[in-house]
């Protein structure tokens, strides 16, 4: 089983439309946890961290339930701009480093 | 901003070759990572280190090796490049164990 896994997509929204995006993850010591995007041909850039008691950044809200080992992001009102591959990312503290595990991505893509 | 620099974008290789690449991050970060991406196995986690002199492996380290001799910069090594080592290669760095990453632009190795 994979460390962290996500909805495998793509997701194909009219603009205006809200999508959600979950992620699973295996390991109940990881301890900080992140939504990243990426463009086509890009690096990953950070989106937003992702807190317990849950965080909204405009249009973005991403929830962490630790209880089930669960992650999610919300996007509302779509733009076409939001189209992109959205990564979730797990942090477990690994001897005296933190190990960054990323999901395999769910690629969004927002239509007129 | 911080700035995290791999010295090419693209880069082709003989199967066989010793391949160095090189990644230099300008934020006095604790850790650095290398990951390789391929289409539908997402990121994967090769080397990472969190202090200069030392390294940890990651999911995939079989065919690769690493150097951090100076906090700033961190090597990823092909001892003898293969085809199936034909990738897109990223280097990240963050602060602390629990903090976000952010990438270099990433170096696409082709191995003939």
């Known amino acids: 089983r994979k460390e962290v896994e996500q909805d495998p997509g793509p997701f194909n929204v009219p603009e205006g439309a809200t999508v959600a995006f979950n992620c699973t993850y295996s390991?109940?010591?990881?301890?900080?946890f992140f939504w990243y995007r990426q463009d086509c041909r890009k690096e990953p850039k950070l989106l937003m961290s992702v807190y317990s008691s849950g965080n909204e950044d405009g249009r973005f809200t991403a929830q962490l339930n630790r209880a089930s080992q669960y992650i999610s992001l919300l996007i509302r009102d779509s733009k076409l701009s939001d189209s992109a591959t959205y990564l979730c990312v797990v942090i477990s503290i690994y001897n005296q480093g933190g190990k960054l595990i990323f999901g395999q991505g769910t690629e969004l893509s927002v239509k007129p | 901003d911080v700035k995290v620099t791999q010295s090419s974008r693209y880069l082709v290789k003989r199967t066989g070759e010793k391949v160095f690449l090189e990644c230099v991050q300008d934020?006095?970060?604790?850790?650095m990572f290398w990951y390789r991406q391929d289409p539908g196995l997402g990121l994967r986690l090769i080397y990472f280190s969190y202090d200069v002199k030392m390294k940890e492996k990651g999911d995939i380290p079989e065919g690769y090796s690493v150097s951090r001799e100076k906090k700033e910069r961190f090597s990823l090594i092909l001892e003898s490049a293969s085809t199936n080592q034909t990738s897109m290669y990223l280097c990240?760095?963050?602060?602390?164990?629990?903090?976000?990453?952010?990438f270099g632009q990433g170096t696409r190795l082709t191995v003939v």
């Open positions: 390991n109940s010591a990881s301890q900080s």
């Open positions: 934020m006095d970060h604790e850790n």
């Open positions: 990240a760095s963050s602060y602390e164990g629990d903090t976000e990453a952010f």
